[in-house]
C-alpha cells in the first residue's frame, strides 16, 4: 500500500534546532514502520522557502532570497543523515516544479468557483505570515506567539472562501473523530471552527518573493497556501520516474500545535475546494522546552541537534526525545536528560540484556542457540503486542507505544534474574545430560531480544540492526517480531550499543555553535 508521511516544511530564516529535528525523528518513526510493515513508503520532509520573513532577512544582508534560500536549505537537509532520518525526497518551494503545480491546483480553486477578490484589513504577524482573527490576537495587538506588534494591514487581495467550508469542516470533524490527534488538538480546531470561519487572502500584493498568481502576475499566493501544497506537489517529481500522487495520496502529516489552524482548518478547505480528498490524519505534537520555555530561535535557548548526536550518537537523541517528551505534550529536555536516559535505559536495560545473553550462549552453547521452544511465560508477555504497537502508531500514540515495548525490555531482564542461567550452568556441570531448562533460557533470551530489537527499530534504527546482525537474523519484517518466528543461529560478537564512555564531553553537547 502506498502510504505518504511528512513532516512539516521548515523556514529557512533560522538554522535548525532540536525542536525541527523532533517532528523530523517522529515521522521516521512512522516510515520506518510502516516499510517494516510492507508498505510502499513516501516520507517527505524540506523547506518553506517564500514569504516576507525570507525577502526581509535577504534585503537586510543585502542578497537576493534566492541566494538566502539556496545558503539555508541544506543546512536542514543536512539533518537526515546525523538523524538517521530516512526521508525520501527534500521539498523546496522554490522549485519550479512545485511552483507551476501550485499555480495549476489554485487556479483549480478559482475555477470551481471559491476565490473573489476584495479589499483586506486587519492584523497581520509577519514572523507567522497569519492573518490574526479576533481570538487570536494579544494584549495591544500583539501576537500570543511571538509577542511581537501585529501590523495592520490593509491591501486589495484575492480571497479563498473559507466560510463556504464551515459546514463540510464540522462534517469531516464529526464523521473522523480521529483525524486529527490528540483530541485536545481536534477539540481546538473544532473550537476554532465552531467560531465561525472568516474568508482568507489567497494571494499578497504587498510582497514579490513568492509564487506569481497566474491571472494577476501583481500578485503572489499567500505563502501558506503554496507551503501546504508541497504535500501534494512533490508527489509527482519526488520518485524519479514515477508520479505517485494516485498511490500515495492521501498522506499522513506530523505537525507542531503552532500550525493546527492552517493544517487542520485551511488545509483540508483548500483540499474540499480543489475536488481532492482530505489527508488521512494529522498528528500533532507539543513543543520541546528548555527551562520551561518553548526551544526557539527566537529565545536563543535552542539545543543544536549536530552536537547532540556527535555526543550520544543518532539512536539515543532519537530515543531521548520519544521517551521523554509523550508525544502530542509540551515536555523539557536537557542534555543531562539525555545523558540519564542513555546511562539507566539504552546502556542498562537493553544494551546489558542483549550483551548478556549473546554472551551466554556463547560461554555454555559455543553461539549455537538451542532449537527449542520460547518459554510459555514470555511468549505470553509478548502476545499482541506488534498489533498492539500498530494501533497506537497509527493513532499518533508514539510514546506509549514505545513504553509498551520498554515494559518488555525490563520483563526480559527480570527473567534473567529469575532464571539466573549461570545457576543453570552450573547444574549442568553434575547432570551433563539434563540440558533443557538452560537451553529454553537462552533461546527465549535470544528471541526476546530479537524481538524487542525488530519492535524498537522505528526509535533505534542503527543500534537495532547491529543487534540484529550479531543475532545472525536480520530481518526486519513486522509478522515476524513475536519471540519464537526466528531462525535458530550462531551469534556473533556483539560490541557495547551504547558504550558507557559516549557524551562525556559536555562542551560538544551543549548549546549550539549557530544558536543565534
Ligand atoms: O512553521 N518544539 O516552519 P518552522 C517542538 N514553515 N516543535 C517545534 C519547536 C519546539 N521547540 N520549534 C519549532 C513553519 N517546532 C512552517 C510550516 S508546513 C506546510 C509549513 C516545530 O520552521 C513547529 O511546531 O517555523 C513546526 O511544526 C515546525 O517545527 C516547523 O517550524
Known sequence: MGYEVTTPIFYVNAAPHLGHAYSTIVADVLARHRRQRGDDVFFLTGTDEHGEPVANVAAERGITPQELVDENAPKFAAMREPLESSSDYFVRTSDERHKAAVQELLTRVKD????????????????????????????????????IDLLRERERNWFFRLSAFQEPLERLFAERPDWVVPAVRRNEALAFIKGGLQDVSLSRAAISWGVPVPWDPEHVFYVWWDALLNYRTALAFGREGEDL????????????????????IYWPALLMAAGIEVPRRLLVGGFLLVDGAKMSKSRGNVLDPFAAVEAFGADAVRFYLLREVAFGSDGSVSIDGLRARYETELANDLGNLASRSLAMVRRYRDGRIPDVAVDAEIADAFAGLPDTVTTMLDEGRISQALDEIWQRVRRLNRYV?????????????????????????????????????VLLHPWLPAST???LEALDAPSLVWDDALPGGGPVTTVGDLPPLFPKDRGVDDGAAGRGADAG
Open 112 to 147: 470551481n468557483g471559491h476565490v473573489y477578490e476584495d479589499d483586506y484589513e486587519g492584523w497581520y504577524c509577519p514572523k507567522c505570515a497569519d492573518f490574526k482573527t479576533d481570538s487570536e490576537i494579544g494584549e495591544g495587538n500583539t501576537c500570543p506567539i511571538h509577542g
Open 245 to 264: 500522487t494516485d498511490s500515495h495520496w492521501p498522506p499522513v502529516h506530523v505537525i507542531g500545535k503552532d500550525i493546527l489552524k492552517f493544517h487542520a
Open 417 to 453: 534474574e529469575e532464571r539466573a542461567p549461570w545457576t543453570l550452568a552450573k547444574a549442568e556441570k553434575d547432570a551433563p545430560d539434563d540440558t533443557a531448562a538452560l537451553d529454553t533460557v537462552l533461546r527465549t533470551l535470544t528471541e526476546g531480544v530479537r524481538s524487542v530489537a
Open 465 to 467: 540492526v547491529r543487534l
